[in-house]
Nanobody
Framework: VQLQASGGGLVQAGGSLRLSCAASGSIFSINAMGWYRQAPGKQRELVATMTNGGITNYADSVKGRFTVSRDNAKNTVYLQMNSLKPEDTAVYYC?????????????WGKGTLVTVSS
């Protein structure tokens, strides 16, 4: 499975961005896709995930501001980020996994940088 993310960039605080991630390869095995992020000097953390069945999981820090969605026909996952804050600045990684009941993700894309200026 290959994951290709796009959509990062520079935005002012309060602004919005939408990230996209297209999956290719042996995608039939995927049962969940989502986003993680890693800020400078911090560990990588969960942002949001969505199963094939539409069950979502969000980090508390992004609830109400970010929305994860999927287009299964296009094998693509999106992250709509609204009301961005400087603390959202990070490299955002697209990820996918085969088993829903396993915490770790199996596949990772290259990150896309999101910078939120104050």
């Amino acid at each position: 499975v290959q994951l290709q993310a796009s959509g990062g960039g520079l935005v002012q605080a309060g602004g919005s961005l939408r990230l996209s991630c297209a999956a290719s390869g042996s995608i039939f095995s995927i049962n969940a896709m989502g986003w993680y992020r890693q800020a400078p000097g911090k560990q990588r953390e969960l942002v949001a995930t969505m199963t094939n069945g539409g069950i979502t999981n969000y980090a508390d820090s992004v609830k109400g501001r970010f929305t994860v969605s999927r287009d299964n026909a296009k094998n693509t996952v999106y992250l709509q980020m609204n009301s961005l804050k400087p603390e959202d600045t990070a490299v955002y990684y697209c990820a996918a996994k085969d088993q829903i009941d396993v915490e770790d993700m199996d596949y990772w894309g290259k990150g896309t940088l999101v910078t939120v200026s104050s």
